[in-house]
């Protein structure tokens, strides 16, 4: 069972994630931000990946905590699950339409962390949440999982088109990526025989 359980506490955040990379899909998300839930539950159902999150954080003063750490959450929660990384497709990119609007998401789990986010919003807010958070959301995510993730907004009208098909975008590869590849289950996925500071 590839599964993560990362537990975080903070003066700012509780956070609490359970993660099985080999799921069907199943969500059960409360972070106290509507959007962000909404985010998460796609991200699960799309990826296959059973997400369990409860986070309590600092509302009253600000969005920007709670996303922050449940990102980075996630993240630990999926390199955790990802163990030694051994029989990884590693690579993936998908392709996302909403209505007008298309993202691609592309990355390597490759424990160099990194992240190119090219996403603009036309509006400061999404229900209560403020758009410029999602940047810190994938930033926080790529760094703890040790992702390089390469998002971008292709074309597109709606704000909550363009979130939601970056979520799901990120999904898509993350099922892929993960995905144990029979040819090589029992190998790493590179030339050095590791990951993380080599190719």
């Not at 539950?41 to 369990?52: M, T």
């Not at 958070?133 to 704000?159: C, D, P, S």
Request: charged share 25%; net charge negative.
């Amino acid at each position: 069972m590839r599964e993560g359980r990362v537990t975080r506490n903070t003066k700012e955040t509780q956070i609490e994630v359970w993660l099985d990379l080999d799921g069907t899909g199943q969500y059960d998300v409360e972070t106290g931000i509507g959007f962000l839930d909404h985010m998460l539950e796609n991200f699960s159902k799309h990826s296959l990946i059973d997400l369990k999150v409860r986070a309590k954080g600092d509302l009253h003063i600000d969005f920007h905590h709670t996303t922050e750490d449940t990102g980075i959450a996630i993240g630990m929660a999926v390199a955790e699950a990802l163990g030694d990384l051994k029989g990884i497709t590693r690579y993936a990119s998908s392709y996302i339409p909403m209505d007008e609007t298309l993202s691609r998401v592309s990355l390597d789990i490759s424990n160099r962390p990194y992240l190119i986010w090219k996403v603009d919003f036309s509006r400061d807010k999404l229900g209560d949440m403020d758009t410029e958070l999602f940047k810190e959301w994938f930033q926080a995510f790529a760094m703890a999982a040790g992702i390089t993730l390469h998002v971008e907004n292709l074309y597109g009208e709606n704000n909550h088109h363009i979130i939601e098909s970056c979520y799901k975008g990120l999904a898509r590869a993350m099922r892929e990526a993960t995905e144990i590849d029979p040819r090589r289950a029992d190998t790493v996925p590179s030339t050095k025989g590791v990951l993380g500071g080599s190719l």
